[in-house]
């Protein structure tokens, strides 16, 4: 009888510890995404602090610093997908057209709309359905040394300056050593004057490559000029294979086109006064593209419930202003933007800047095929900008 009891004991013993581990991790969900070392450091504490107020859940954390979205397209042929992604707005179009994302109002718990800036809902939109709750909202300012300016005695840029505004400024801070402004063939980079001239590549209704546009074209020659016609921005062959970035910080560049992300970079590695200011105006305003980044859901996903905790924990007020501390993000939340963790008194002092450029910018019209549109463009662009 006794030996029988103590079976019976040991079973009972066996059977909780089973239990107890099943408990502990007994939910796995992948989670995807890209970035920098610096912001890898700040996601895997934000996903230790989620595994520990959800000890059930797992977080399998797949970082993929390189050739990200064709690894994502494998995973996703393969029937393997991660169960949450990050992804932005250029690439959204071709997995949402594909089916393969869930929709993020099908719950209509995981995110209010009115907490974050109307351009990055859009961006992240695909038909008028929402598929990815954002995290930042990307958008472009001009960053420029001030002690340049100070050195040629050049005013700093207006607050409401035009194309010719900027032109003669341009022009006032080139010399033998320093060029005025920055000079990239990459959409991105000249998107804005078009834009700016009512142009751009795509028509808001995506049916029509509008890039041979008399607007669109406008922007483009005025592009073209600041290198070809004015010599204020610097050709290839002068930039020694040195990005604009870098040569913002040989003091090169006086003034330099580029988004947030530059901010803890020049923020640790310049050793010159610099600050912001807003891309001037053309014809039809200052208009810069806005493109987002966030959190999807695999429509395939074993645990849709856990991944959903998951993105509703990354873009929760506490996480996001963690991105914001490093100046990495321009925060899509607006409650975060107008916070002190994006407007900290740290460089640029003009951060301001950013918010009103999410709330003027116009997102970026983007199609399935958007990619090789843009790849055939830059192609047929190399000899009008070189």
């Known amino acids: 009888m006794l030996k029988l009891n103590l079976c019976v004991i040991f079973l009972i013993c066996i059977f909780a510890l089973c239990g107890c581990t099943k408990k502990t991790g007994e939910t796995v969900i992948k989670f995807a995404s890209w970035g920098s070392k610096s912001e890898v450091n700040i996601i895997k504490p934000i996903l230790e602090d989620f595994e520990k107020e959800n000890p059930y859940i797992k977080v399998e954390f797949m970082h993929i610093p390189q050739n990200y979205f064709q690894k994502i397209h494998l995973l996703f042929a393969s029937n393997t997908p991660p169960d949450v992604i990050f992804i932005n707005n250029l690439y959204l179009p071709v997995y949402a057209n594909a089916g393969v994302l869930r929709e993020i109002n099908d719950s209509g718990k995981m995110i209010n709309k009115n907490d974050f800036y109307p351009s990055s809902i859009k961006t992240l939109s695909y038909k008028n359905k929402l598929y990815a709750v954002p995290r930042d909202v990307s958008n472009l300012v001009i960053y420029y040394n001030k002690d340049i300016f100070n050195k040629k005695k050049v005013p ?8 010719d505004d900027f032109l003669n400024t341009a022009i006032k801070l080139t010399d033998k050593n320093t060029f005025g402004i920055s000079f990239e063939n990459d959409s991105l980079f000249y998107l804005p004057y078009l834009m700016s001239e009512g142009g751009g590549i795509l028509s808001d209704d995506l049916n ?11 922007g483009i020659k005025f592009y ?3 290198r070809k016609k004015y010599h204020v921005a610097p050709f290839k062959s002068e930039s020694a294979s040195a990005t604009a970035a870098q040569m913002f ?3 090169k560049l006086a003034m330099h086109l580029s988004g947030r992300w530059l901010t803890p970079k020049y923020r640790e590695e310049a050793d010159f006064d610099w600050d912001i200011t807003a891309f001037p ?5 200052s208009i810069v593209p806005a493109d987002a980044s966030g959190w999807a859901i695999s429509k395939a996903s074993k645990h849709p419930y856990e991944a959903e905790l ?7 007020y506490d996480s996001i202003k963690k991105f914001c501390e490093s100046g990495l993000i321009m925060p899509a939340r607006k409650d975060i933007a107008n916070s002190k963790y994006f407007l900290d008194g740290k460089k640029p002092e003009s951060a301001n800047i950013f918010i009103q450029a999410a709330e003027t910018s116009k997102p970026t019209p983007v199609s399935v095929n958007y990619k090789e549109i843009v790849d055939k463009i830059n192609k047929q662009l190399e000899p009008v900008f070189e």
Do not use: C, M
């Open 156 to 163: 700093y840029p207006a607050k409401n300056w035009t194309f």
């Open 208 to 218: 029509e490559v509008i890039i041979n546009s008399p607007s669109s074209q406008r």
């Open 224 to 226: 073209s000029d600041l």
């Open 249 to 251: 910080l040989q003091q």
């Open 281 to 285: 105006a053309g014809s039809k305003g």
């Open 310 to 316: 998951l993105v509703k924990y990354l873009s929760s």
